[in-house]
């Protein structure tokens, strides 16, 4: 059966920035290890993962600056880089951020921004305007770097990115050496800018908060391999396994031994499909998902379905966290110490009898 794409008069969407089994060793180790990636006009996709996982060894194979071991780099259908073939960097048209906004501190705001462009001085002119009109920084065209805050200097570092008008930009770690009042805010204008502009995005990041404000889609990297990619919704809620659900978030994890399909804990039975009998899994569930109720004189809610079976246990700790509160609470059934976060305020004394629930649904079971 033909597929859609394949159907005539129907023109395939080409990638703008294709990388296909990309493969970089250093010391005999793959730092990156078979990654591939396809990024649309207007899309940004977030590299997202812990330091040394190999995100930032991929954007420098990207733009040319390192060549990896294996694979191939594509920009809008054409090959730009593989093993033999190599389109070197200032060919590219691939626009570069970092932490460090390595801004000229001899040349005017103006010239920051105007380097690197072609054209006439009247034409370069017209171009810096309008790019510092768009980050409201028109006012200081003819100021200097150490003129401006971080925050505007980030925002010159970007328009000096843009002006050349680059068909992809690769973003590493942009936004943190900025303060957290100024941060959200700059990142919502500078999704804004590269939007209008069409440019394909790659960023790299660290804080799960930052792809799932920015990204339309999010590949998830551990150990120079992306072990998970979809949308921000899909790869917080499907989780591949125990270590992405905690990459996000905290997360509570109970040990149980598969039965029949049923892994028996202090919240009753869990399914396990297709589980072997005596595999250990990890039944995991993040703190949000905790239902807390009320003590009745020695009995707790009853027993439901979609929620389990009632788990008595002890308030260890309450704190505020200024938009919610986290609660540790000690089990009875084991001794073991559950998370629990409740919008606005919550903070039930030390040794406040509670019980628990957890919506089957909002359960992650994998092999230990």
């Known amino acids: ?49 812990p330091s040394g996982c190999g ?133 919502d204008e500078t999704l804004t800018l590269l939007k209008e502009e069409d440019t394909a995005v790659l960023l790299v990041t660290h804080e799960p908060d930052e792809a799932m404000r920015m990204a339309d889609e999010i590949a998830l990297m551990r150990d120079g391999r992306i072990v998970q990619q979809g949308a921000p919704y899909n790869v917080y809620t499907r989780p591949v396994d125990r270590a992405s659900v905690a990459f996000f978030s905290d997360a509570n994890v109970l040990r149980a031994t598969v039965s029949g399909a049923l892994a028996q804990t202090l919240f009753g039975q869990f399914l396990a499909p297709g589980v072997p009998d005596g595999t250990d899994v990890d039944i995991v569930f993040r703190p949000q998902h905790v239902r807390i109720d009320f003590d009745r004189a020695g009995n707790g809610p009853r027993p439901t379905p ?4 009632p788990a008595r246990a002890l308030v260890k700790r309450a704190r505020f966290m200024g938009h919610e509160s986290l609660v540790e609470f000690c089990m009875d059934f084991d001794g073991s110490v559950l998370k629990a976060t409740v919008p606005n305020v919550f903070l039930p004394a030390e040794g406040t009898v509670m019980w628990l629930t957890v919506p089957r649904s909002r359960c992650f079971v994998f092999p230990t």
Not at 15 to 39: C, K, M, T, W, Y
């Open 55 to 187: 995100k930032s060894t991929t954007l420098r194979m990207i733009a040319g600056v390192e060549m990896q071991d294996s694979g191939e780099i594509w920009v809008d259908g054409k090959l730009v880089c593989d093993t033999v073939f190599r389109v070197p960097p200032e060919r590219r048209e691939i626009g570069l951020m970092f932490q460090d906004f390595a801004l000229f501190p001899h040349l005017s705001v103006a010239g920051n921004v105007a380097f690197g462009l072609r054209g006439s001085k009247e034409e370069k002119r017209a171009r810096v305007a309008e790019l510092l009109d768009k980050v409201d920084l028109l006012q200081f065209i003819d100021g200097y770097p150490h003129q401006l805050s971080g925050g505007e200097q980030q925002r010159v570092a970007l328009a000096r990115a843009l002006a050349p008008r680059p068909r992809i930009m690769l973003m590493d770690e942009p936004f943190s050496g900025l303060d957290n009042r100024l941060r959200d805010g700059i990142r």
């Open 306 to 309: 979609t929620d389990g079976v």
């Open 1 to 49: 059966m033909q597929s859609e794409i394949e159907q005539p008069g129907i023109t395939p969407a080409v990638p703008r920035l294709e990388i296909r089994n990309l493969v970089r060793r250093f010391q005999g180790r793959a730092v990156v290890d078979n990654v591939s990636l396809r990024i649309m006009p207007g899309q940004v996709t977030c590299l997202l993962g």
